[in-house]
Structure formats: C-alpha cells, structure tokens
C-alpha cells in the first residue's frame, strides 16, 4: 500500500470512528491540551511524515496534521489493522522539532 492509499485508510477509519487510543495516547492528549476534536481533525487533513512499515510492533507511521486553530499535531498509528490505534499523540516542539517537519538534529 503507497502513502495515499495508508492516508485514506486512516481518514476513513477516523471519519467512520474505527480507531481507539492507547493509554499512552490519551495521556499525551490530556498533557497536551488537545481534545479528541482535535485528534479527528489532525487525521482527516493529515499526511504522513514518516513511514515504519517494518516496525517490531507493526506497520505504522508518525501523520502530520493540524488541530483546532491551527496547532499541528504528530499522531504515531497503525497502518495495517482494520482498527486505526493511535499509538501517541503530541505537538511537535523544540527541542525535538524545529519546524512540524523537520527534526532537531541528533531527534
């Protein structure tokens, strides 16, 4: 599956509400001051970022999306499951992150 096909799947999973969050998740929404709005916007506008379809735990990726007035957020999630597991969830700042797309060196 390419990279567009792996996005509509996951709009489609959020949209028809087949996802759940993972504790993990659900604790860096609430850290963040995200709400689940948020979450359901970042993924029906998103695009991934990076690709692990080879990761030890399952095929997944880190999605870039945009929340509520504009916030972007990283979503890590499945790729291959007929459930979208948010795996974690989090605002992409310094010191990791320069830019919602570009890593800090040595990230």
């Known amino acids: 599956m390419d990279d567009l096909e792996k996005v509509a799947q996951i709009r489609e999973q959020a949209r028809s509400g087949k996802f759940r969050l993972s504790v993990h998740a659900h604790q860096e929404m609430v850290e963040d ?4 709005e948020d979450l359901i ?3 029906s506008d998103g695009y991934i970022l990076e690709d692990y379809p080879d990761h030890r ?16 957020m990283h979503i890590v999630c499945t790729t291959a499951l007929p459930v ?7 605002e ?4 990791k992150w320069i830019t919602p797309e570009q890593r800090s060196p040595g990230s």
């Not at 979208?84 to 989090?90: A, C, G, S």
């Not at 992409?92 to 010191?95: F, T």
């Open 33 to 36: 001051g995200f709400i689940l």
């Open 41 to 43: 916007l970042a993924l």
């Open 57 to 72: 735990r399952g095929a997944c990726c880190l999605l870039s999306g945009l929340a509520r007035m504009n916030r972007p």
């Open 84 to 90: 979208l597991v948010i795996i974690t969830l989090y």
């Open 92 to 95: 992409p700042v310094p010191p």
